[in-house]
Structures are given as C-alpha cells and as structure tokens.
C-alpha cells in the first residue's frame, strides 16, 4: 500500500528567483480563502498569460495605461458588469446589458419583463407615462428584490443599515422637484401650479384619506396621521381635516379602530366650516414670544358647548372683556382701579366710628390686651385656600397686678344661659367650688382636717410624708421616675399568697435589676432558680454545698470578656451575627454557644466586621431566619485560653492546667482504677500492665533486664539502632540476613526485587580485588581500571562527553546533543502530556542567540488523534536581537492530518535564548517532538 501524499504548505510565503513549472493538472494553483495575485507595477507586461510564446492575455501596469488585454477570442458564459465604463465596438446578439445608454439617438421599442434603473429613468416624449401592472418600488443600488409592504403599489426604500452607528445612508427620500425659470412668471403672481401630491378616489363617498407618519413594527412603535378624517364603520359623514396620533405603527392600526385618522384619535382637526378643534381633553392652544409659551387651555369641568364671540375692536385701556351671558364677549369699564375695587367698602367700630377702605388704604390689628392677631396663610387668596388670620389669647403682653379676692372677677362660659360669656368674681368661683371637707369665705378657702370618708382618691402627689402607719388594705400602684424606699432599722416585703407570691421587675423585658449595694452580703434563704444567664463578676465565686449537680455537659473556661446573647442568621455557610458594638476585627477568633441549627459550640474565626455586625463560616449549610445564640464578648486567643483549668490546694496547689504552649499539664500523679486504661482516638494506648495493640512502635530507650520468654521466628527484625550488639560466640546457623543482603555459604544475595549490592569502604578504604579473580558471567574481565573508566556512565547507543562511543544493538548512537565540525549542534526536545488552552502560545524549544544564529526545527506536534508536522527555518537580526520583531521565521513543508492544522509557530526572543513557540486553535492534550539543528554564529 502506498503512503498518503500531502501538499508541500508553507505557512507564510513563498519566493521563486527563477522559473516554476506547476505539473498538478487541473486546480495547481487553489486558493482556499479570498486572496490575490500581486504583480510588478509599471510595467507593459507585469503579467502575460501564454500559450508557448503566443499571448492570450496581457496584463499593463504602467501609469495611465492600466488595462487588461485579451489576444483571443472571448466567450462569456455568464453575466458581466461593466461598471460605469464604456463598452464601445461590441456588437451582441443576446444576454444583458447593464449600466449602458441603448438607443440615444434612434429609438426603438423594448419589452422588459423587469426594468430596473440605478440611476435615472426619462421617458422624454410629449404626453407619454410609465404604466405597470404590478407595484413600484424605488430601491436602493444595493438592493436588487426588494419586500414591497402588503398594502403598498408604490413604495421608496432607503438601504439597509450598515454597521452600528446611524448615518445618512439609511435616510430614504421621496420628492416632486419642479424647476420654474424666473421667465416663465408673468407679472407679479404665477397662477400656474408648482407640483402637488394628489391622493385621489373615483367615488364620491367618505373615506379616510391622508399621509401616514410611522415608525416601528409589529406592535412596537407608534404613528402619526394628516389627512380626511375616516369613517370606520359608518358612524357618520364627519368630512373634516384631522391630524391623530396612536402608539401603534400604521400597519398595525390601518385597517382597524387603531387607525390614526380616526375621530378618536384626532388630536386636531379642520372641519369644512373652517372651525379648528384641539381635540384632546386638556390640551393647550399656545403661543411663543421671547422664548416663553403662553397658552390658552378649556375649563377642565365645562359641562355645555359654548362659543365665545369676541368683539369687534380692540377695546380701550382699563377695560375688561364681560360676556352677556350667551357667549357675546363685550369690552367695559373696570369696576374702578387696576383692582377692580372701585370706591372701596366701610369698616365701622363699636363707637359707631367708620373708615372706607379701598386699595390705597390698610387695616391693621393691633393687640388691645392680651389678644394677638398675626396673618398665618397669605397664599395663594382663593376660595379654596382664603387667606388665615388667627386670634390668639396673649397672656404675657398684660400688665401684671395683685388679686383682689373679694372684688377682682374672670370671664366664664355659663351653661346656664346658652354657653354665653359672662363675668364672675373670684370670690363667688371659690364659693361655687367648695363642697364637703373644703369650705370658702370671702375667697378664702379652709379645709377640714378630718376628711375620713370624704377623700376617695387623689391625684399625683408630688411628695407624701406619713409619720403613723400607712394600712393599705388594696393595690398600692405606684408609678413614678424613681421609687424609693428607705428604711433605717429593716425593711419588709412579704406575701402570704403561695402561689402568686411576689414579683420583681417581671412586666417589662430587658429592665434591668439590682439588688445590693456592692459591698452587701446578698442571702437567699432557699432554692434560687435562673432561668437566663447567670453572670458573676466578682473575684471568685465560693460554693459551700454538699454537692454540685448541673445538667450541662460541658464546661467552658477562659472566655475572654464573658458571654453576650446576640441574634444571627444563616445563608448557606456564612452566619451573619448582629451585635451592637461588638468590637471584633476580622481574622479574630470568637467562641459560639447555643446556636443550634447544627452549629456546634467551638471556636470560629471572624471572617468580616460591620459596625454592628460579624460573620463566621458555619460548618453546616442551610438557610436559617433570625434566631439567637450566645458569643464570647472578645477576641479568644491562646493567651485568654492559657492559665485556664481546675485547681485544688492542698499542701500544695494540684491542678489540671491549659498551657498555650504545652497543652494540659497535670500538676500531680493520675491514678486510673483497676480495670481502667488509657486511651488515644478511642484505641487502648495503655492498661495497668500491658501497652495496648494499637501501639506498633516505640521510642523507649532504656528496658529492664529481658530474664524470660523467647525470640520466636513471628518476632520479627531485631532494631538496634547505632548500638552494637556484641558476642564472645560465634553466630552461627542458616543464612545472614542484615537489611535486603543474604550471606548464605560462599555467596551474596540482595534480598528485594532488583535491589542493588553496594560495597561502600569506609574513608578512603578501597574494594581491592586481585588480579585474575573478576570474572562476570563466567568469563574473566582482563581490562585495567583505567580502560574501564572510559565506559563510567556511558550505556548503549549513547555519547556522554570525554568517554567511549557505544553503539547500540540497532547501530544507533544517543546524545543528548551532537556537534558537527564546531559549526552545527542537533539538539532536541519533547513533551507528553501538556495541558494547553487554545489561543495561547507554548514554548516547544529554544537556542541560545548568545552562541547560534540560525536554527532549522524539525517539528512533531500531536493531540493524540492527529498530528502536524513541519520545518520551521529561524534567524534573527543584530547582536543580541533587539526585540520579537527582529527574530525572522518561515514555516514551510508543512503537515496536519485533521481536517485543518492544529495550529501554528512562532518565534520570539527570549532572555538568552530564542524561543519556538506554538499555539493551539482548540484546548486539549498535547505531546510534542522536536529535533533542533543550530549553527554557531
């Protein structure tokens, strides 16, 4: 079987100094993407195309002179475009002619089955017309076919939109242009018509007819409308002019109630009486002057048609329009001023003294006695919101003086004579409010030391002394800012009610309580019990007690600052604490306890701080509302944690005790009872008199004499460390084994599979063997040490530098560079396995540009599936190269077996070196060889 032939590829460019000669046959030259042909310029024949030596076609390149020329024949077998150039001498029977005048000085008839003009279309005779059947469209010169609109007979398309930005090539344009010669105006007015746009109907009825103004498509957009109004539905002849607005584009409303030249949607419209309506409830009439809009606006609560009449002249100043009642506006004289106030109106006094008041005149109130009047609203003055002036009662602008009792009176509402004010003297009100226990003369009040059974209730005491005893024989309720009981000789609160008993501070959450003064001795007489936190802060807690029973399972000691009850939440791993002022930082450690939500209680490391917040990674996930646990109010360190333990005194201090450094320290002996053992990770480590199972190895050191039991053959190696064991006997028996080497008889063996004999001398000691007793494989070795130190490193068809050549049992020799003549260095590289990401470029080889100039790869690249193989030509200009840009490549002969190449080279420079660089196109594993031959510079 033969082998596949590929092409000879060469990745850039290729250079013939001299003739080439293609013997593929048809397709030799292929150009598998868009590409051109370059050739000489100036020149007559830059390119001939020949058979032997007679020309077909010529190609001229000189100035001015440009032009493709063609010896033979030419046969066309498809359409051509000429351009805008001129096709003269050509005489043609058939196929199409483009972009070319046909008949300019005799015309004759012509049938097209489609006529398309990209530039001007004439139709110069007197009374002729362009008639067709089908519709119209004016189109864009790039655009051959294009969609008419469904309800469209003539239609302008602009072209279509090119690139991102919109520019005046996407602008379509329709236009009636007349050109009238200054000549052709007779007198002062041309009576004749400029051009119009007609849009015209055969039938004398009603229908909607106007210039549409839309933008968007299906459903999204919006259009406006000119034109007659519609009639949709025959609803009424209404012949009017109307402009209509619809958020919605034409087509999407044409043909049903959307239509913007519909009465409903008419924002303006003409009727044929001349009367214009803005049609929208609310609109404006407005009109600009001095870049500022005034606007005329309907009663947006008229509820009648009116038409106002306005009068026939422009009226007199002072005047002011007044419409008699049927819309006829007149002009009359102001009531009187610019206000309109005319001669005023009169205010009178209780003294029966008047003033008139018109718009030159002011009213002003003035305090008579402890009333004050003052303007609180002075905007805007209508019916809706009048103007507020407010009446107050102004107490302190009285002048002050001394109460007369007996004559001095005040102002009252009697009830007695519908609510009316009347006076009454203070003598009279003090007798009026006396009653049992409280008597008044002259207005002077006495009371009744005796009041049992007159005083049912007080108010709010301000102060109450009782000297006797106080028998409260109901509820006492006492609210007050401080309540204070103070006692010289005891002080009692007791409660013969056993099942309610007596309460303390239990209405109202978070109220916080103290009992003691900080040196008192605090005593309960019997059981106590806590339902929250119980925290001492004093210097040591002493328990006097029988024994201490407690139900939590744990103890925790050392927390830095206490405990604080905060609430978190839970989102995935991370918990989310808020608690005010916390004062953690982030990276400090805190210890968490009765979180629940399988969040055990440890130590955790802050993760991040806000002001009244930190978080922690839970070591579960889930998500968990606002719930509440408890934290260490500081940062826990080694150093909080270090002193922490249980302590007992006795002749001396015995104590189990956290070292930071150390771990727990037990002061004294532990003494585990019999049958007990101690364990670590849950395996026996140590019973009363055994070492446990569990223990493989030991660091002891030292042992008691060994008097009894045996060394059985289970027992297995003997470790003696760097000791050595001695005998005054001989050993004697089977075989020797010492580590992987058997002594058994006269021979030496290593014990492990493929293990290596050493003999090490020690210092300078040697391995000496006579001459005439080295033999390997039976057959004596009659070399000198000095003829077998040539071959010290050196292996089959290998070359290692200062020794012997070998050649291999294939006749190869190995190197891992080969010199030819101090000229050329073969070197290689290779690769297996390497992870490349594609688009991104690997170092494959290099060379040092210090030592070689030019380097010739021979390259190997594979994704496991196919390879490229290629030679890749390198040099590089200047000494060193300045940059990437002055190393030269030319990858050429190149082949891939996939369907395209898995990518291509590079050269770059590196620090000292010239880097060969490839980049894959796609990502993948990849293995590579490379055979590098260099040339000394």
């Not at 409308?225 to 209509?244: H, K, P, S, Y």
């Not at 609180?376 to 007369?404: E, I, K, Q, R």
């Not at 007996?406 to 004010?421: F, K, L, Q, Y």
């Not at 490549?889 to 077996?897: D, E, G, M, N, P």
Request: hydrophobic residues 35%; proline residues 2%.
């Amino acid at each position: 079987m033969a082998g596949t032939e590929v092409d000879f590829k060469v990745k850039a460019g290729i250079v013939v100094e001299g003739d080439a000669t293609l013997k593929g046959g048809d397709g030799a030259i292929t150009f598998p993407a868009a590409s051109s042909i370059k050739m000489v310029d100036g020149s007559a024949t830059a390119l001939v195309i020949e058979e032997a030596n007679t020309a077909y076609q010529t190609f001229h390149t000189t100035n001015a002179g440009e032009k493709i020329q063609f010896h033979k024949a030419l046969d066309i077998d498809a359409v051509s475009d000429f351009g805008s150039n001129a096709m003269t001498n050509v005489n043609i029977d058939s196929g199409a002619i483009d972009a070319t005048t046909v008949g300019s000085s005799s015309q004759a008839s012509g049938a097209f089955t489609t006529l398309l003009a990209t530039n001007t279309a004439k139709i110069t005779a007197t009374g002729q017309s362009l008639t067709t059947k089908g519709k119209v469209s004016v189109v864009n010169a790039d655009e051959d076919n294009p969609a008419i609109e469904t309800n469209t007979q003539f239609q302008v398309n602009g072209p279509p939109l090119s690139g991102g930005a919109a520019t005046s090539m996407n602008y379509a344009e329709a236009r009636i242009h007349t050109d009238i010669a200054n000549d052709d105006v007779t007198g002062t007015t041309y009576n004749g018509m400029g051009n119009a746009l007609v849009l015209d109907q055969a039938e004398n009825i009603h229908t909607g007819q106007g210039i549409a103004i839309s933008k968007g498509r299906s459903s999204t957009g919006d259009s406006w409308a000119l034109g007659r109004e519609a009639n949709r539905g025959n609803t009424g002849n209404t012949d009017q002019f109307t402009i209509g607005y619809i958020n919605k584009p034409w087509d999407d409303g044409v043909n049903t109630t959307g239509n913007p030249l519909l009465a409903a949607q008419s924002v303006l419209s003409i009727s044929t009486s001349g009367n214009i309506l803005v049609a929208k409830s609310g609109a404006t009439l407005g009109f600009v002057s001095n870049s500022q809009t005034t606007k005329i606006r309907g009663s947006p609560s008229a509820d009648a048609d009116v038409i106002y009449t306005l009068p026939i002249n422009a009226g007199t100043s002072g005047y002011v329009l007044q419409t008699n009642g049927s819309g006829t506006l007149s002009w009359v004289a102001a009531a009187g001023g610019a206000d309109g106030m005319g001669s005023g109106f009169v205010l009178e006094d209780n003294a029966g003294t008047e003033v008139t008041i018109d718009e030159n005149k002011e009213v002003k109130f003035l305090d008579g006695g402890g009333i004050d009047a003052t303007w609180t609203d002075t905007t805007p003055g209508s019916d809706a919101d009048p103007y507020d002036l407010t009446f107050t009662l102004d107490l302190n602008s009285l002048t002050a003086a001394a109460v007369n009792v007996a004559n001095d009176s005040i102002a009252i509402i009697d009830a007695n004579d519908s609510n009316a004010t009347r006076k009454e003297s203070i003598a009279g009100l003090a007798t009026g409010m006396a009653g049992d226990g409280l008597t008044a003369t002259s207005g002077a009040f006495s009371v009744d030391a005796d009041q049992s059974g007159q005083i049912t209730a007080v108010g709010t005491l301000t102060g109450l002394t009782v000297s006797g005893a106080a028998d409260l024989n109901n509820n006492l309720t006492v609210d007050g800012a401080t309540i204070s009981l103070d006692a010289t000789t005891s002080l009692n609160i007791d409660n013969s009610n056993t099942t309610n008993g007596i309460t303390i501070g239990t209405a109202t959450s978070g109220v916080p309580i103290t009992i003691g003064h900080g040196t008192s001795e605090v005593t309960f007489g019997d059981n106590v019990t806590i339902t929250g936190n119980l925290t001492v802060n004093g210097e040591q807690t002493v328990i006097n007690s029988t024994a201490i029973v407690a139900e939590d399972k744990s103890m925790v000691l050392g927390i830095a600052g206490g405990m604080e009850t905060a609430s978190y939440t839970r989102s995935g791993t991370t918990v989310t604490v808020t608690s005010t002022s916390h004062g953690f930082s982030t990276n400090e450690y805190v210890y968490i306890s009765n979180a629940g939500n399988s969040i055990t209680d440890d130590v955790y490391q802050v993760t991040s701080t806000g002001a009244n917040t930190f978080t922690f990674v839970s070591p579960v996930s889930g998500t968990v509302g606002a719930t509440d646990l408890q934290h260490s109010s500081a940062n826990v360190t080694e150093g909080t944690a270090d002193g922490s333990g249980v302590f007992a005194p006795g002749t001396s201090l015995h104590s189990i005790k956290y070292d930071s450094s150390n771990g727990w320290t037990v002061s004294n002996d532990l003494d585990l009872v019999s049958g007990s053992h101690l364990s670590i990770n849950g395996a026996t480590t140590l019973s009363a008199t055994t070492l446990g199972s569990a223990v493989v190895s030991s660091s002891l050191t030292t042992v008691g004499a060994l008097n009894s039991g045996s060394i059985t053959s289970g027992f297995g190696n003997i470790n003696n460390g760097s000791s050595t064991i001695t005998t005054t006997g001989a050993i004697t028996g089977g075989s020797l084994v010492a580590d992987n080497i058997t002594i058994d008889g006269n021979t030496i063996s290593s014990t492990n599979s493929n293990g290596d004999i050493t003999l090490t001398p020690n210092g300078t000691g040697e391995v000496n063997i006579a001459a005439g007793n080295l033999n390997y494989a039976g057959t004596a070795v009659t070399s000198t040490g000095a003829e077998l130190n040539l071959l010290d490193g050196s292996s089959a068809g290998t070359v290692v530098n200062s020794k012997a050549v070998i050649y291999s049992s294939a006749g190869q020799v190995k190197a891992n560079t080969v010199s030819v003549d101090a000229i050329a260095v073969i070197d290689t590289s290779t690769g297996t396995g390497q992870s490349w990401t594609g688009g991104t470029a690997y170092e494959v080889a290099n060379y040092a540009f210090g030592t070689f100039r030019t380097a010739k790869f021979v390259c190997q690249i594979s994704n496991g599936t196919d390879f490229d193989v290629a030679e890749v030509l390198v040099t590089y200009k200047g000494d060193p190269p300045a940059d990437d840009a002055a190393v030269y490549l030319t990858s050429y002969a190149y082949i891939s077996t996939a369907a395209s190449d898995l990518g291509s080279f590079d050269a770059v420079k590196g620090t000292t070196t010239i880097d060969l660089k490839f980049t894959p196109v796609s990502t993948g594993t990849y293995s590579y060889d490379i055979v590098n031959t260099v040339l000394v510079k």
